[in-house]
T-cell receptor
Framework: GAVVSQHPSRVICKSGTSVKIECRSL??????MFWYRQFPKQSLMLMAT?????????EQGVEKDKFLINHASLTLSTLTVTSAHPEDSSFYIC????????????FGPGTRLTVL | GEDVEQSLFLSVREGDSSVINCTYT??????LYWYKQEPGAGLQLLTY?????DMKQDQRLTVLLNKKDKHLSLRIADTQTGDSAIYFC???????????FGTGTKLQVIP
């Protein structure tokens, strides 16, 4: 149980285009999902916290108009990288917290974004 | 703000014990976690400990917490080549959702 999927696992796009990444909790409902970014050989940086049915809360320094987050259902959150640039190339990981739990997050396998 | 630090690299021989250390600064940390990340993959929760505990054991894994020194360690007994990965410690203060991750320790297991 407690499986989180991400799609796509890898994506290559041209500068200026937008890319959507999906995060799904497959066998549980999640009111809260988190989006992280991980640079090579570095730790995870929390980008935003996404609560179902409300606006995402962005961490300081993360541009909300650049990284659009939608959490329309209890099993799906999406991250759209708009007008992507090469510096947006990174490993994006989502996690989901099941309903009625407080201290567990289950992570997706990550999405490798490469912007040419 | 919160700060979580780990040594970057650890190399052990197969069959030996591995000890990965972590220090944190937030005295209000309530939950402390250990995650494992294999190459190109997401994070897998290995174990977690509440701040009112000193130790937690789960099969080959032993977590020790020294709250006074804000020091957390993960001991892996009988380390196997499949344990080679990056290990992240993380902390979260009670009542606040944000989890702060450490810098990660790359564990290399030599056959």
């Amino acid at each position: 149980g407690a499986v989180v999927s991400q799609h796509p696992s890898r994506v290559i796009c041209k500068s200026g285009t937008s890319v959507k990444i999906e995060c799904r909790s497959l066998d549980f409902q999640a009111t809260t999902m988190f989006w992280y970014r991980q640079f090579p050989k570095q730790s995870l940086m929390l980008m935003a916290t996404s609560n179902e049915g409300s606006k995402a809360t962005y961490e300081q320094g993360v541009e909300k108009d650049k990284f659009l987050i939608n959490h329309a259902s209890l099993t799906l959150s999406t991250l759209t990288v708009t007008s992507a640039h090469p510096e947006d190339s990174s490993f994006y990981i989502c996690s989901a917290r099941p309903l009625r739990t407080y201290n567990e997050q289950f992570f997706g396998p990550g999405t490798r974004l490469t912007v040419l | 703000g919160e700060d979580v630090e780990q040594s970057l690299f650890l190399s052990v021989r197969e069959g030996d014990s591995s000890v990965i250390n972590c220090t944190y600064t937030d005295s209000s940390s309530t939950y402390l976690y250990w995650y494992k990340q294999e190459p190109g993959a997401g994070l897998q929760l290995l174990t977690y400990i509440f701040s009112n505990m000193d130790m937690k054991q789960d099969q080959r894994l032993t977590v020790l917490l020294n709250k006074k020194d804000k020091h957390l360690s993960l001991r892996i007994a009988d380390t196997q080549t499949g344990d080679s990965a990056i290990y992240f410690c993380a902390e979260r203060a009670g009542g606040y959702q944000k989890v702060t991750f450490g810098t990660g320790t790359k564990l290399q297991v030599i056959p």
